[in-house]
């Protein structure tokens, strides 16, 4: 069983930086891809950046691009997401998701999630 448990969201003022873990358990194909989606209020989810499981691909959306690096220790189980020169509008609940193969930047194609860690920047 495929279980996720975030951490690290918080409240921070605009151009700070925070960092979100995440331990991932049971994830045993060897192709498996884990990234981090978030949700503002409202109905939609976007991916913010994905890695592959050994790390040779990565996605980063336009959004992020400069700012947000994603990376995995395999060892520890564990994904983490960087953020840097954070905005107003990069406040939401942030998502560990997990999927058994091939990186992709859809939120529906992402099979295992974790219950989200909320992440304000105030202005």
């Known amino acids: 069983q495929v279980q996720l448990v975030e951490s690290g969201g918080g409240l921070v003022q605009t151009g700070g930086a925070l960092r979100l873990s995440c331990v991932a358990c049971?994830?045993?194909?060897?192709?498996?891809?884990l990234a981090w989606v978030r949700q503002a209020p409202g109905p939609e989810r976007e991916c913010v950046a994905g890695?592959?499981?050994?790390?040779?691909?990565?996605y980063n959306a336009d959004f992020v691009k400069g700012r947000f690096t994603i990376s995995r220790d395999n060892d520890k189980n564990t994904v983490t997401l960087q953020m840097n020169s954070l905005k107003v509008e990069d406040t939401a609940v942030y998502y560990c998701?997990?999927?058994?193969?091939?990186?992709?930047?859809?939120?529906?194609?992402?099979?295992?999630w974790g219950q989200g860690t909320q992440v304000s920047v105030s202005s």
């Open positions: 998701a997990a999927r058994h193969l091939g990186l992709v930047d859809t939120p529906r194609d992402y099979f295992h």
């Open positions: 049971g994830l045993t194909f060897p192709n498996n891809a």
């Open positions: 890695i592959t499981y050994d790390g040779a691909d990565r």
